[in-house]
């Protein structure tokens, strides 16, 4: 197979989470066991931190691989969902892994792939612990999927685990209260092991404590430590809290003996995107009329990203919107302005809900607006409308942000 056909041939086998839902959510780990074992424990070879998080785990796992970069070190980074292309899960110091590496893993190990039945998910975290040890990083940056405890990812025993905060998503798979999606994102907590924690309120804090306790877990909370501003090439207001984790991190890292300069962290976290290329976190698409799109999609996230947007300066607001069928609207449409004008539209995924059921949801919260049948018809629309003054802002989704960055 070719390296689009592998691709078709691995999105194919069995559900996997981004485009399926629920259906694609394990309750054990034995697969990614079975695998690893298989692949020889590839995971040994390096060290690794690892980063769980209801909102922003994914800008700060490529902050912490963007210091570590400017440290000197060789870094993988694995993360997920991507964006354009598979191989932006799977870096080493900022670069895909290669298109023959992803052929080349399924067409050696594709009999025990089909055999043991793995996950699209579990799958792809094999491949990256696998490509990480045959690249002989120094220190690899590993993403969780979903979750914690039961995530793929989590068979791994990290020099330091990081949470950045919990809020409400997924809870139809990680639990109805704060307290028991701050227990599951807490499964990756090990034994002896630092942990940070991001941002924590009462009944997380209780939570984070009582099982770092057990596992006599040194615990180290973000928010209450010292931290000055840094220049972030991440726009975002929020990354402040993203980067006061990361900042934390690294000097419980450096403690231990890594060696990180201050000026590594000062030009790590001013060049993320440049040393990781990453997308989608209030990025710019075009100017005259402004376009940013940022890939928030739940209540916390979004509470952040509206709160920048209604500090940008603009004469008219229109919001290109595209959601999963899974999303709890009543929960995020309050957080939108009513003031806007909406293009709303279906991501390109089988996940994708119908233009016309959120344009009829947002309606009953006020939002008014045309449904369009694609997210590149929606924002073709809002740019014609717009004028040079105006700004359009494109998200809902991370799958509405990849059709347009």
């Known amino acids: 197979m070719d390296y689009r056909q592998t691709l078709d041939w691995l999105y194919r086998q069995l559900p996997m989470y981004q485009r399926s839902g629920t259906i694609a959510f394990k309750t054990k780990l034995d697969n990614s066991y079975a695998l690893d074992a298989y692949l020889g424990h590839p995971h040994h070879q390096f060290k690794s931190i690892h980063v769980a998080g209801t909102n922003g785990k994914g800008s700060t796992s490529h902050m912490l691989a963007s210091v570590f970069q400017e440290a000197g070190y060789k870094v993988g980074l694995y993360t997920s969902p991507h964006l354009k292309d598979f191989r932006e899960r799977i870096k080493v110091n900022g670069q895909p892994c290669p298109t023959d590496y992803v052929v080349d893993f399924v067409d050696q190990h594709q009999e025990f792939l089909i055999h043991q039945q793995l996950s699209f998910f579990e799958m792809t975290v094999g491949m990256a612990f696998d490509y990480f040890a045959i690249q002989e990083v120094d220190i690899a940056v590993i993403e969780v999927g979903l979750g914690g405890r039961l995530d793929s990812t989590n068979i791994i025993t990290p020099v330091l685990s990081v949470i950045t905060n919990i809020g409400w998503d997924h809870m139809n798979m990680l639990g109805n209260s704060l307290e028991a999606i701050a227990a599951e994102k807490a499964g990756i907590i090990k034994d002896e092991i630092p942990v940070v924690i991001g941002e924590s309120l009462a009944e997380t804090r209780a939570v984070f404590e009582h099982i770092a306790n057990e596992r006599k877990a040194p615990i180290h909370f973000a928010e209450a430590a010292p931290f000055y501003p840094h220049s972030l090439d991440l726009k975002g207001s929020y ?24 000026t590594h962290i000062e030009k790590g976290l001013s060049s993320v995107v440049k040393n990781t290329g990453l997308m989608g976190r209030w990025q710019w698409l075009s100017h005259a009329p402004n376009t940013v799109c940022d890939t928030a999609h739940n209540k916390e996230g979004l509470q952040q990203v509206m709160r920048q947007l209604q500090e940008e300066d603009y004469h008219q607001l229109h919001l290109v919107l595209g959601v999963v069928n899974d999303k709890d609207l009543d929960a995020i449409l309050p957080l939108f302005p009513r003031n806007g004008m909406y293009y709303f539209c279906r991501p390109d995924i089988p996940r994708g809900l119908e233009a016309e059921k959120l344009s009829e949801a947002a309606l009953s919260h006020g939002l008014k607006g045309d449904t369009y049948r694609s997210v590149q018809s929606a924002l073709q629309a809002a740019s014609k409308a717009a004028g040079p003054r105006d700004l359009i802002y494109v998200g809902g989704s991370t799958f509405t942000v990849a059709e347009v960055v």
Do not use: P
């Open 239 to 262: 990354q402040k809290y993203n980067a006061r984790t990361a900042f934390v991190t690294l000097e419980i890292l450096k403690n231990d003996g890594w060696e990180i300069e201050e």
